[in-house]
Nanobody, 117 residues
Framework: VQLVESGGGLVQPGGSLRLSCAASGFTFSTYYMSWVRQAPGKGLEWVSDISGGGDTTYYADSVKGRFTISRDNAKNTLYLQMNSLKPEDTFLYYC???????????WGQGTQVTVSS
């Protein structure tokens, strides 16, 4: 199993970024996938989940209405569209696979998002 995130960077407050996560080594469409974020020295913060078929999504209150999770099962790719970014969205963002017991069983290496003027 391999998960590779991309798309992070430096953006001004109010700006947008789209993160991608390329998945391989498993049947992507049969797993819930998640985005999780972490600040240096801090705990993990769950951001969003999406079902295998993409028809069900969940969001943390802190990002609801600003972030959109999606997936393209034909491309084995997970996305996170982030709009109206705020400085408090500055984190290392990871994509993660939800295992059969719904815990995170595989993670990517992360992509840094920095929101600053």
């Amino acid at each position: 199993v391999q998960l590779v995130e991309s798309g992070g960077g430096l953006v001004q407050p109010g700006g947008s970024l789209r993160l991608s996560c390329a998945a391989s080594g498993f049947t992507f469409s049969t797993y819930y996938m998640s985005w999780v974020r972490q600040a240096p020295g801090k705990g993990l913060e769950w951001v969003s989940d999406i079902s295998g078929g993409g028809d069900t999504t969940y969001y943390a209150d802190s990002v609801k209405g600003r972030f959109t999770i999606s997936r393209d099962n034909a491309k084995n790719t997970l996305y996170l569209q982030m709009n109206s970014l705020k400085p408090e969205d500055t984190f290392l963002y990871y994509c993660a696979r939800r295992g059969s017991d719904y815990t995170f069983d595989y993670w990517g290496q992360g992509t840094q998002v920095t929101v600053s003027s």
